[in-house]
C-alpha cells in the first residue's frame, strides 16, 4: 500500500515563512511527477507547484518568486518552501504524486492534506 503523508502546516504570518514535507511510502518502484495543491474554503483544488523526477518545476502563478518545490529523490520526499506567504495563501495543502508500485502501474496518489493559516 502507497501513503503520502504530508507535515509542516500551521499558523504563518504573513510574510513570514513555512515548509511543507510530503513523504511517499510503501513498496514503491519509481516516483514520476510530484506536486502540491490547495483548497480553499469554497473554492476548488488547484495546483500550487510540480516538479518532475528530473527536477523540471512547474508554477501557479500566484505563488512565483515566493514559494519552491524540490524533491529528494532517495527519500521519496517532496518539499514546498512557503516564503512570504499572504492571507490569501490559506488553505489546505495536499500533496499529489505519480507512483508505480511492485502491484499497480503508475497511479495518481494524494495526501490527506495539512491545514495552512496565514495571518495578517
Known amino acids: 500500500q502507497v501513503q503520502l503523508v504530508e507535515s509542516g502546516g500551521g499558523l504563518v504570518q504573513a510574510g513570514g515563512s513555512l515548509r511543507l514535507s510530503c513523504v511517499a511510502s510503501?513498496?514503491?518502484?519509481?516516483?514520476?511527477?510530484m506536486g502540491w495543491y490547495r483548497q480553499a474554503s469554497g473554492k476548488q483544488r488547484e495546483l500550487v507547484a510540480e516538479?518532475?523526477?528530473?527536477?523540471?518545476?512547474n508554477y501557479a502563478d500566484s505563488v512565483k518568486g515566493r514559494f519552491t518545490i524540490s524533491r529528494d529523490n532517495a527519500k521519496n520526499t517532496v518539499y514546498l518552501q512557503m516564503n512570504s506567504p499572504k492571507p490569501e495563501d490559506t488553505a489546505v495543502y495536499y500533496c499529489?504524486?505519480?507512483?508505480?508500485?511492485?502491484?499497480?502501474?503508475?497511479?495518481?496518489?494524494w495526501g490527506q492534506g495539512t491545514r495552512v493559516t496565514v495571518s495578517s
Open positions: 510503501g513498496r514503491i518502484l519509481s516516483i514520476n511527477d
Open positions: 516538479i518532475t523526477r528530473g527536477g523540471a518545476t
Open positions: 499529489n504524486a505519480d507512483i508505480r508500485s511492485w502491484w499497480a502501474p503508475e497511479t495518481d496518489y
